[in-house]
């Protein structure tokens, strides 16, 4: 973003990948897809991520469709230059067939990045199917931080929020969005928050640790390990329930009503069918309701929260207008000023 090396939210490379998944229909399985061949019933899969962001999300739910019965065609790997947050208009890798719907894994990044973008929102550019997985974001202080508690940033915060520097991923992305419900919630004033985004957790860490940014917040799992070394400490987790195996309170115990997740979710092309829709959803529900998927995502430190069709859509509108509004809150929208470090910082942090 502007000076820092990143530009404001414009192209991205999106990493594609064409996964071909075949239901088999022996046991009345739908999968979701049109072309019917050797008593299978075709489907496509088309993951794209920024920063393969969401390869490891696709793949996971690829696999646990397979292990239900969809086994892949084939996978070739390809990079397309599309807009940031905007789907994908071809399929890489082996085709499972002319008129198969296509699946795209993403999640909240490319919802708020099209906002960023001015761009048209998911809800209008894809068909949502189902809610998949969510990371737990965690708040860290170092270990040497005089904040003892949530409370003691909470005071902070809402005192003098442009004096409580404040560090994560890339600015206008998850990590920087809790950081905006969090001062929304409290009464701070959005606009005042001191944050400096980062390329990498590791970015975010050493800016903690050399007394750069008072507090950091990122992906639970990509802290998990600091936390038990004691380098960090841990405030508090998004989630509304606390995470087993880890001593801290959420957010809502700490009196901030928020409830957060960086949730991934699977689309269909805008205009899908009803009944290549209705068979996608299906086989949504299918995977995201197996043990072969909660296994997967208790493997990789995931919550699994599946929300199908009609529900999903109607709870899509709403996160929307969630991320709409803290954004604009943190003065994202109309605002060209970038604080996003990419290596050499070019904002004097």
Same mark, same amino acid.
């Given at each position: 973003?502007?000076?820092?090396?990143?530009?404001?939210?414009?192209?991205?490379?999106?990493?594609?990948?064409?996964?071909?998944?075949?239901?088999?229909?022996?046991?009345?399985?739908?999968?979701?897809?049109?072309?019917?061949?050797?008593?299978?019933? $075709?489907?496509?899969?088309?993951?794209?991520?920024?920063?393969?962001?969401?390869?490891? %999300?696709?793949?996971?739910? %690829?696999?646990?469709?397979? =292990?239900?019965?969809?086994?892949?065609?084939? #996978?070739?790997?390809?990079?397309?230059?599309?807009?940031?947050?905007? #789907?994908? =208009?071809?399929?890489?890798?082996? &085709?499972?067939?002319?008129?198969?719907?296509?699946?795209?894994? =993403?999640?909240?990044?490319?919802?708020?990045?099209?906002?960023?973008? @001015?761009?048209?929102?998911?809800?209008?550019?894809?068909?949502?199917?189902?809610? *998949? !997985?969510?990371?737990?974001?965690?708040?860290?202080? &170092?270990?040497?931080?005089?904040? @003892?508690?949530?409370?003691?940033?909470?005071?902070?915060?809402?005192?003098?929020?442009?004096?409580?520097?404040? +560090?994560?991923?890339?600015?206008?992305?998850?990590?920087?969005?809790?950081? /905006?419900?969090?001062?929304?919630?409290? /009464?701070?004033?959005? #606009?005042?928050?001191?944050? =400096?985004?980062?390329? &990498?957790?590791?970015?975010?860490?050493?800016?903690?640790?050399?007394?750069?940014?008072? %507090?950091?917040?990122?992906? *639970?799992?990509?802290?998990?390990?600091?936390?038990? $070394?004691?380098?960090? #400490?841990?405030? +508090?987790?998004?989630?509304?329930?606390?995470?087993?195996?880890?001593?801290?309170?959420?957010?809502?115990?700490?009196?901030? $009503?928020?409830?957060?997740?960086?949730?991934?979710?699977?689309?269909?092309?805008?205009?899908?069918?009803?009944?290549?829709?209705? +068979?996608?959803?299906?086989?949504?529900?299918?995977?995201?309701? &197996?043990?072969?998927?909660?296994?997967?995502?208790? %493997?990789? /430190?995931? *919550?699994?929260?599946?929300?199908?069709?009609?529900?999903?859509?109607?709870?899509?509108?709403?996160?929307?207008?969630?991320? $709409? +509004?803290?954004?604009?809150?943190?003065?994202?929208?109309? !605002?060209?000023?970038?604080?996003?470090?990419?290596? !050499?910082?070019?904002?004097?942090?």
């Amino acid at each position: 973003m502007g000076g820092s090396g990143e530009k404001r939210m414009g192209r991205r490379r999106l990493l594609a990948c064409g996964l071909g998944v075949a239901a088999g229909m022996a046991a009345g399985v739908a999968g979701c897809g049109t072309e019917r061949a050797g008593g299978v019933l $075709r489907t496509g899969f088309l993951i794209h991520a920024s920063g393969h962001r969401w390869d490891r %999300a696709g793949k996971a739910f %690829a696999d646990a469709a397979r =292990t239900m019965g969809f086994t892949p065609d084939g #996978r070739q790997v390809a990079e397309a230059e599309v807009p940031a947050g905007a #789907r994908p =208009t071809a399929t890489h890798g082996p &085709s499972p067939g002319a008129d198969a719907p296509v699946i795209t894994v =993403t999640g909240l990044a490319a919802l708020a990045a099209a906002e960023l973008n @001015k761009g048209r929102s998911l809800v209008e550019t894809a068909t949502p199917l189902a809610r *998949l !997985s969510g990371q737990v974001e965690v708040v860290v202080v &170092s270990d040497r931080s005089p904040l @003892k508690a949530f409370d003691d940033l909470g005071a902070g915060l809402l005192a003098a929020p442009g004096r409580t520097p404040l +560090a994560g991923g890339p600015q206008g992305e998850p990590d920087h969005l809790l950081f /905006g419900l969090i001062a929304r919630a409290l /009464g701070a004033d959005g #606009r005042q928050v001191d944050y =400096t985004g980062y390329s &990498s957790s590791g970015g975010a860490a050493s800016a903690l640790l050399a007394g750069k940014a008072v %507090a950091v917040a990122g992906p *639970l799992t990509e802290w998990r390990s600091a936390i038990g $070394r004691g380098q960090v #400490r841990a405030l +508090a987790v998004s989630s509304a329930q606390r995470v087993p195996d880890l001593d801290v309170p959420t957010l809502l115990e700490c009196g901030v $009503r928020v409830d957060f997740a960086d949730w991934t979710a699977a689309f269909g092309p805008e205009k899908m069918s009803d009944a290549d829709r209705d +068979a996608a959803v299906r086989m949504c529900g299918q995977v995201t309701g &197996s043990s072969v998927w909660e296994a997967a995502c208790r %493997a990789a /430190g995931w *919550l699994p929260i599946p929300l199908l069709g009609d529900d999903f859509a109607r709870w899509l509108r709403t996160e929307v207008a969630r991320t $709409r +509004a803290v954004l604009r809150d943190l003065g994202l929208l109309d !605002s060209t000023k970038a604080t996003t470090c990419w290596g !050499s910082c070019g904002n004097g942090h």
